[in-house]
Antibody, heavy 121, light 108 residues
Framework: EVQLVESGGGLVKPGRSLRLSCSASGFTFGDYGMSWFRQAPGKGLEWVGFIRSKPYGGTTEYAASVKGRFTISRDDSKSIAYLQMNGLKTEDTALFYC????????????WGQGALVTVSS | DIQMTQSPSTLSASVGDRVTITCRASQNINLWLAWYQQKPGKAPKLLIYKASSLESGVPSRFSGGGSGTEFTLTISSLQPDDFATYYCQHYNNYSFFTFGPGTKVDVK
């Protein structure tokens, strides 16, 4: 059974940093890209970024709203994906979801339960 | 960038109703369209990919259709478990993932 478990969320002041982790199990982690999405309270879904699997270069892409502030990385030996968030803004307050990416098919097929990030002074 | 719209924003229906949600793209997106269901307090769940392919384990009362700029998600006979918010999602190699604003299906 595919499982994705996010951790590392919390309350942080504007301008500070936070790192989310996504622990994966139930599939060969290194074979898949991983993507992060977020959902602000009461709002819709927003793509944050993704990292391709190593066979596809292990490269990353980001939404314009987070580019230059957020960094996605992966440790295939531990089956963990990370979302490093720097320079957090109040508008980054959201539930952040880790997902498994079907890279060549254009969708995500499994979602974690989400990690809440609250940016407030 | 390609924009995605959905209609209606809210749909009130009863158990057993046939329900159709429409998603429109601002440009031709061929079949690069997926549908997700989200219930309150839960993560989204993939229902349909490539416009009309049913994800494994999803009930056959869900179906997707369309191509180009207009797409539909149809629930043939609404069940109690189907009251939720539905999102369409497009992918391309430029702006990557774009979601529609969502359609909430609630009890009539």
């Amino acid at each position: 059974e595919v499982q994705l478990v996010e951790s590392g969320g919390g309350l942080v002041k504007p301008g500070r940093s936070l790192r989310l982790s996504c622990s994966a199990s139930g599939f060969t982690f290194g074979d898949y890209g991983m993507s992060w999405f977020r959902q602000a309270p009461g709002k819709g879904l927003e793509w944050v970024g993704f990292i391709r699997s190593k066979p596809y270069g292990g490269t990353t892409e980001y939404a314009a709203s987070v580019k230059g502030r957020f960094t996605i990385s992966r440790d295939d030996s531990k089956s963990i994906a990370y979302l490093q968030m720097n320079g957090l803004k109040t508008e980054d307050t959201a539930l952040f979801y880790c997902t498994r990416l079907q890279y060549l098919r254009g969708y995500v097929d499994y979602w974690g339960q989400g990690a809440l990030v609250t940016v407030s002074s | 960038d390609i924009q995605m719209t959905q209609s209606p924003s809210t749909l009130s229906a009863s158990v057993g109703d046939r329900v159709t949600i429409t998603c429109r793209a601002s440009q031709n997106i061929n079949l690069w369209l997926a549908w997700y269901q989200q219930k309150p307090g839960k993560a989204p769940k993939l229902l349909i990919y490539k416009a009309s392919s049913l994800e494994s384990g999803v009930p056959s009362r869900f179906s997707g259709g369309g191509s180009g700029t207009e797409f539909t998600l149809t629930i043939s006979s609404l069940q109690p478990d189907d009251f939720a918010t539905y999102y369409c999602q497009h992918y391309n190699n430029y702006s990557f993932f774009t979601f529609g604003p969502g359609t909430k299906v609630d009890v009539k």
